[in-house]
T-cell receptor, first 117, second 112 residues
Framework: DTEVTQTPKHLVMGMTNKKSLKCEQH?????MYWYKQKAKKPPELMFV???????INESVPSRFSPECPNSSLLNLHLHALQPEDSALYLC????????????????FGPGTRLTVL | SQQGEEDPQALSIQEGENATMNCSYK?????LQWYRQNSGRGLVHLIL?????REKHSGRLRVTLDTSKKSSSLLITASRAADTASYFC????????????FGKGNQVVVIP
């Protein structure tokens, strides 16, 4: 199984709402990632978890709060978002989390299309 | 600025033709990877080339890497309509962890 799943596929929320994006993988990968992608732009890294610990936070605003409950799950909690946060949010996982960068391929989920009204 | 940067071109080719796209980067890398993305969905990993490799093949894909010029190319031979997608190169810097730095992407349209 080389699949990374993400739910929901689409999410529309108001600026006062609280919602969560979920990501799951069963490949035994120990690194998981959140990316944000605006239309016609490349993905931008937000967070990296390695062995269930947050290892990289790319200066993301606190209205985005990641959580890694276990090695298979990654959540992104959203609160008080702005319309400019509307984007495709991609989750990815990789086997070693950077310990062997020559072969550490990242596998991406299909993304959650987020619209903030 | 981003690690990997493709020439900002959109390609429109006929089915059966070859498609070539380029990528340049700025710093020392561990590896360079190419990804495909269809219609704003998830990225699909295509191929990884290590910094000590110069050429790699995978099916209809051929990737070259020139570390002296800090550039890479992706060739898709005998293109198919299903190859229509955005293609991104991404680099992993030699100094850090597995942080992928994506380039701007190339939109490829294959006309049946």
């Amino acid at each position: 199984d080389t699949e990374v799943t993400q739910t929901p596929k689409h999410l529309v929320m108001g600026m006062t709402n609280k919602k969560s994006l979920k990501c799951e993988q069963h490949m035994g990968h120990r690194a998981m990632y959140w990316y944000k992608q605006k239309a016609k732009k490349p993905p931008e890294l937000m967070f990296v978890y390695s062995y269930e610990k947050l290892s990289i936070n790319e200066s993301v605003p606190s209205r985005f709060s990641p959580e890694c409950p276990n090695s298979s799950l990654l959540n992104l909690h959203l609160h008080a978002l702005q319309p400019e946060d509307s984007a495709l949010y991609l989750c990815a996982s990789s086997q070693e989390g950077g310990r062997d960068p020559h072969t550490d391929t990242q596998y991406f989920g299909p993304g959650t299309r987020l619209t903030v009204l | 600025s981003q690690q990997g940067e493709e020439d900002p071109q959109a390609l429109s080719i006929q089915e059966g033709e070859n498609a070539t796209m380029n990528c340049s980067y700025k710093t020392s890398i561990n590896n360079l990877q190419w990804y495909r993305q269809n219609s704003g969905r998830g990225l699909v990993h295509l191929i990884l080339i290590r910094s000590n490799e110069r050429e790699k093949h995978s099916g209809r894909l051929r990737v070259t890497l020139d570390t002296s010029k800090k550039s890479s190319s992706l060739l898709i031979t005998a293109s198919r309509a299903a190859d229509t997608a955005s293609y991104f190169c991404a680099t992993v810097a030699s100094y850090g962890n597995n942080r992928l730095a994506f380039g701007k992407g190339n939109q490829v349209v294959v006309i049946p």
